[in-house]
């Protein structure tokens, strides 16, 4: 996995980890900027995240891709999982954004 899906990763579980689902029913505005970055790095579960000066958010985003969301990162045995299609059904039918939103503890 390339150093910047692998940051990617990080950046998008520690976003899912620390604020509510963004979704259409949420109270919660998606956010307008971003001065961060996480790393993530699978083969110990370390993750560091600190902010960016102007010129490093400036080289990282030269390299960057957007994401599309919602998107659910899955941590497990050591490595990330990235699940991109959130409208798969579940095994109860609904979507599975919807399953695991009820389900996540951020979200009660």
Known sequence: MSAFRTAMLG????????????????PYPPPRSYDGVTLYYP???RMVA?????????TAMQHAQP???PVMIVLS????Y???????????????VKYF????????
Do not use: F, I, W, Y
Request: hydrophobic share 35%; glycine share 10%.
């Open 82 to 96: 990235l699940v991109q299609d959130m409208a798969q059904p579940m095994h109860d039918g609904s979507p599975m």
């Open 77 to 80: 045995g050591g490595q990330a």
């Open 11 to 26: 950046l998008v579980a520690v976003a899912a980890m620390s604020t509510p689902a963004l979704t259409q029913q949420s």
């Open 50 to 58: 600190d902010h960016l000066s102007d010129q490093d958010m400036q």
């Open 43 to 45: 083969q110990t579960g």
């Open 67 to 69: 994401v599309k969301g």
């Open 101 to 108: 939103e009820n389900r996540m503890s951020g979200n009660r």
